[in-house]
């Protein structure tokens, strides 16, 4: 199985959520300005505790809502002080003065829907504004207690496509993390993957982890492990050995065409594990920075619109990532129901 393709613009899916920011990034009584799909967005957090997103434009003239303050629990623009509620609603126009009568709840700037939970911040971008989610927030799979106990995030200079197709490449391992904590570069041998549909991605089904994942040990016996990608670009690692319950989020959001955040993020029920964190964490930005390095190198091909080979087995994860976007955009226009295409199948590689 062969294809190729040609460099081009990413094209972002549309009335999906996204995994926004963290909690921890918006303080109450805050606002934070930040690009998500190539829009302005303001996100804040009225000082009640709301966390809510807005377009981060004033319906004035286009001064950044963020630059503003809270009054109460309204955003106020720095410019002329219209002042907008959690829903975008328009609540004070200060230059009127009586008489000048205008139906000032009609104007509005545009609001996100936004859920919190688990110390997560997902935003809906829908196709149109004032449509509800077409679905849920993902959930998820983790009901341990607790929040995050460890995040790692770093922002890949490349497009979404590139970044989603670099994290989930698994012919890479031994190339770009070879290193004495993790596998050394001799060790490539083949293996064999089961993988499923799910809903709206496919899954690698439960399996123990491979001897040379060194890491995994200090976990003990019994372990199993699934890794599940879903739209619009989500991975969920959900570790189990015992009673032991770990999950690892990653989350690929997109910030412009050639800016993608990758936050990976975990939770786990045993509070031993934490013990480990400090050990961890110098690990986990070289490991998520030996996959931004690659990719920068990519990057800076693009230019030169070089074509994407993808072949056999171990660029077939990538495959079905193109096509599940593909018909998630093609299912969206038509009004029909999604139809995964990706079939149950096993995967053969060396890595
Ligand atoms: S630009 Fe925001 S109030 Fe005028
Ligand atoms: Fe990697």
Redesign the pocket.
């Known amino acids: 199985m062969t294809e190729s393709r040609t460099t081009e613009e990413p094209q972002y899916l549309r009335d999906i959520w996204y995994c926004a920011a963290l909690s921890g990034d918006v303080k109450p009584g805050k606002m934070t300005r930040k690009m998500l799909l190539n829009e302005p967005v303001m996100l804040g957090r009225t000082p009640s505790g709301e966390a809510f997103a807005l377009r981060d434009l ?6 950044p ?1 963020s630059a ?1 303050r809270f009054q109460g629990n309204d955003v106020e ?6 002042r907008f509620n959690a829903q975008g609603r328009c609540t004070a ?1 200060p230059s009127l003065v009586e008489g000048q009568e205008m139906d000032i709840a009609r104007i509005g700037v545009r609001r996100y829907p936004m859920v919190e939970e688990r110390g997560l911040l997902w935003i809906y971008m829908g196709a149109d504004a004032n449509a509800a989610p077409a679905l849920p927030h993902p959930s998820l799979p983790y009901d341990g207690p607790g929040g995050p106990r460890f995040v790692e995030r770093q922002v890949f200079p490349v497009s979404i496509d590139y970044t989603v197709v670099g994290l989930m490449d698994p012919a890479h391992g031994p190339f770009v993390h070879s290193s004495w904590f993790w596998r050394k570069a001799g060790s490539i041998h083949a293996k064999a993957k089961n993988y499923a549909p799910t809903e709206h991605g496919f899954a690698m089904l439960a399996h123990e982890p491979s001897k040379n994942a060194g890491l995994y040990k200090v976990l003990g016996g019994g372990i199993t492990t699934e890794i599940t990608f879903t739209l619009p670009s989500l991975r969920y690692e959900v570790i189990k050995a015992g009673k032991n319950h770990i999950l690892g989020f990653t989350a690929v959001t997109p910030l412009t065409d050639s800016q993608t955040e990758v936050t990976q993020v975990f939770y786990w029920n045993n509070r031993l594990f934490s013990l480990f964190t400090p050990l961890m964490r110098p690990f986990a930005k070289i490991f998520m920075g030996q996959d931004r390095k690659i990719v920068t190198l990519q990057g800076e091909s693009l230019k030169f619109n070089p074509r994407q080979m993808l072949i056999q087995d171990a660029d077939v994860p990538a495959m079905w990532y193109y096509r599940l976007k593909k018909e998630w955009m093609e299912s969206r226009a038509e009004g029909r129901a999604f139809i995964n295409p990706v079939p149950t199948t096993t995967l053969r590689w060396r890595s």
Do not use: A, E, F, M
């Open positions: 004033c319906p004035h003239r286009g001064v809502l503003g623009c720095p410019y002329h002080g219209w126009i």
